[in-house]
Structures are given as structure tokens and as C-alpha cells.
């Protein structure tokens, strides 16, 4: 072979080379750069990425601690890190109420897209309380949906990275497991609290799943989204509940303003009744790195303690 072909041939196989490296899959040998991207919407989700995802993977989260997801509206920033990213993951039923459209635009653009929603037994759903065809899309609150969750995630991000399957399934088991001794641990603080106590006023409708799956009965002074502002009927029809039930705490909500609960609390005063503010629960956000509570465990965790010591 003369020198010219053999040079060309040379250049032609490096150029290919060259090709096949770019729009490979990113492969994922453990060392820090080719790490999976994963952009999560909520705070949940980046810590359920982060849970499975391990050592493969880094996770940024959209929005922050305290942040509230119905209202939140995306940045082109957002959009161009979703775009980048090799996954995406996103709760759907209408909780990012804000990015419908966003999430159906990147599922076209070869990105992996995890949609939590998708792996959830339609008939464990609960219906928004005016309008059965909507959702409640506050899912994390009973631990055994989150764990319908975290196998989604795992099948996601197997799909995205095939030679992590091993990895995610194994970081799903030990998940899973720590996610039963969280169930156990609710449902035991739970069981401290005489049932005709078990009430739970908040905020906003973000407890009806936690509601369902530990016994409590639960009234929000907004409805699912925090979109809709509480009118002055909502709040007297509620202070009137909280005095002939004769409830002793209300809760605020880490991602929603006090000033409604502060209101209710008013009310219930005007009426001759005096209820205490029992704390601060995590409702569409995970606590931040100074609070104790930044990841989900120690969120639904505090969320118990917080609940049972007020109302006790
Ligand atoms: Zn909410």
C-alpha cells in the first residue's frame, strides 16, 4: 500500500473515531466526567436521584429547599440544563403545573425522561376533591408510593445507562428496605396519638395521601395547588371545624406563606378558641442543609415528630 492511502486510510479511521466518540451514549466507567447527568424538578426527586443514581451519577435540582413546585415557572436557564441533561426526572400529575409543555418538548429530544407518575397504580391515585379527572399530586407522603417512585427511577435511569443496571438495582433494594423501617417509624409515632386526635390542618391539600395511608383526617385552607388563594368562607368554615373538634395544633407548610394559617388562627380566636401553630411541616420541599431534614427519610421523618409532639 503506498504511503498516500495508508495516510488517508489512517485519516478516515481517526475521523471515525472521532465521530463515533461524539455521539456515543455517554458510558459510564466511574471516573468524574462521564458521570450520568440527572436534572430532578423537586427537591424529592433530586434526593431520590441521587439515592439510586449513586456514584454514577450527579443530580442538580431545579428548585430549591422551600420552593413551591405549583407555582414554579422555568428559566431558560432551566430549559437549557434540561436540554444537556442525559435525564430528566419529573413528578407529573400536573404538581410542576407550570412545565407541562417543557416535559413534552425534551421527551422528542433524546434525553431519557423519568415521569414518576407513569409507574404509579392508577387506583392507588387520589381524585383533587372538585374534579375526580384531576390527580392529587402529593405522592411522597405515603412511603409506599414513594417506593413505586424509586423503582421508576431505577428503571429510568437502567434504560439511560445499561451498564449501571447492577448499581441501581442494588441501590434500590437498600432503599427500599430503608423505606419500610421509615413506613414502620410513621406509623408507630402514629399510633401515640388517641385516633379522635389524628387531625391534621394545614395549608394546603398536600397531606390526603399521608392521610389515607396513616390514619389521619386532613383539612387544607387551600386545595391541591397553592395556585388558588383561601377565601374568608374557607377559613371561618374551617375555624368552626377546628372549635367543635376541639383541635389542639395547626401546622404552616416550609413552601407556602404563613399568613394563611396565621389568619386561620385568628378566626379560631375570634370564635373563643385557642389553637396553637404546631410547627413548620415539609410539604412540597425537603428541608435545607441546615435543618436536619434534607433528605426524604429525615423529611417525613420530621414531618411525624412534628405532628404527634403538637397534637399529643
Ligand atoms: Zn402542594
Avoid at 407555582?71 to 403545573?97: F, I, P, R, T, W
Avoid at 433528605?295 to 420530621?302: E, G, Q
Wanted: glycine letters at 8%; one cysteine or more.
Amino acid at each position: 500500500m503506498n504511503q498516500k492511502i495508508k495516510g488517508l486510510l489512517g485519516m478516515i479511521l481517526s475521523f471515525t473515531l472521532l465521530l463515533s466518540g461524539c455521539s456515543a451514549p455517554a458510558v459510564n466507567s466511574g471516573s468524574s466526567n462521564d458521570k450520568l447527568n440527572i436534572v430532578a424538578t423537586t427537591t424529592m426527586l433530586a434526593d431520590l436521584a441521587e439515592v439510586i443514581g449513586g456514584d454514577r451519577v450527579t443530580v442538580s435540582g431545579l428548585m430549591g429547599p422551600g420552593i413551591d413546585p405549583h407555582l414554579y415557572q422555568a428559566s431558560a436557564g432551566d430549559v437549557s440544563l434540561m436540554q444537556k441533561a442525559d435525564v430528566v426526572v419529573y413528578n407529573g400529575l400536573h404538581l410542576e403545573g407550570k412545565m407541562g409543555e417543557i416535559f413534552e418538548n425534551l421527551s422528542g429530544q433524546g434525553s431519557t425522561v423519568i415521569c414518576i407518575e407513569k409507574g404509579l397504580d392508577e387506583s392507588s391515585l387520589l381524585a383533587w376533591e372538585d374534579d375526580s379527572s384531576v390527580h392529587d399530586p402529593h405522592i411522597w407522603f405515603d412511603v409506599s408510593m414513594w417506593k413505586d417512585a424509586a423503582k421508576t427511577v431505577s428503571k429510568g435511569l437502567t434504560e439511560a445507562d445499561p451498564t449501571g443496571k447492577a448499581d441501581y438495582e442494588a441501590n434500590l433494594d437498600t432503599y427500599l428496605k430503608e423505606l419500610d423501617e421509615t413506613d414502620a417509624y410513621i406509623r408507630s409515632r402514629a399510633a401515640e396519638l388517641p385516633e379522635a386526635q389524628r387531625v391534621l390542618v394545614t395549608a394546603h391539600d398536600a397531606f390526603q395521601y399521608f392521610g389515607k395511608a396513616y390514619g389521619f383526617e386532613v383539612r387544607g385552607l387551600q386545595g391541591i395547588s397553592t395556585d388558588a388563594e383561601a377565601g374568608t368562607a374557607d377559613v371561618s368554615d374551617l375555624a368552626n371545624f377546628i372549635v367543635e373538634r376541639q383541635i389542639k395544633a395547626i401546622f404552616v407548610e416550609s413552601s407556602v406563606p404563613p399568613k394563611t394559617i396565621e389568619a386561620l388562627q385568628a378566626a379560631v380566636k375570634a370564635k373563643g378558641f385557642d389553637v396553637a401553630i404546631g410547627g413548620e411541616l415539609y410539604s412540597d420541599s425537603l428541608g435545607d442543609a441546615k435543618s436536619g431534614a434534607d433528605t426524604y427519610i429525615l423529611t417525613v421523618k420530621a414531618n411525624i415528630d412534628t405532628i404527634v409532639e403538637a397534637l399529643k
